[in-house]
């Protein structure tokens, strides 16, 4: 058995109950722990994350230089654009408009509370050899 094994996501929000209904219907996931200070949830593929009370939460800047991105998480779609409007319908709003460039096609996003995530196409499996 490991000495430290992989734990959840955390991030700090004004209003842990209101962000976690937005995680909760992005990542179709259920909550597994609650408490006065905390939520947390888990989705149907592993992902576990959990939004944790602090009165003095301010949102990232990010991309502005003045703030360093305190943390960001990514999300794996099949549909791009799909996702996005799933994403504005909840109450998070877009950060980048522009496809990367690269092999992947993401686009950034903040949740509700200003924290940054990207959405991510997943690669298409490549083409069976022979």
């Not at 909550?31 to 939004?51: H, K, P, W």
């Amino acid at each position: 058995m490991p000495l430290v094994t992989a734990g959840v996501v955390v991030l700090d929000c004004a209003e842990p109950e209101k962000l976690a209904e937005f995680y909760k219907q992005l990542l179709d996931a259920e909550e597994t722990v609650v408490s006065a200070n905390r939520v947390e949830l888990r989705a149907a593929g592993g992902t576990r994350i959990a939004l944790r009370r602090d009165t003095n939460a301010t949102p990232p800047s990010w991309p502005r230089p003045e703030n360093s991105l305190q943390v960001h998480l990514d999300f794996l779609v099949e549909d791009l654009d799909a996702a996005e409007r799933r994403v504005v319908s909840l109450g998070g709003r877009p950060l980048e408009a522009k496809d990367a460039p690269g092999p992947y096609e993401e686009r950034g996003f903040a949740d509700p509370a200003g924290h940054s995530f990207t959405l991510r196409r997943t690669p298409p499996p490549a083409p069976k050899r022979g």
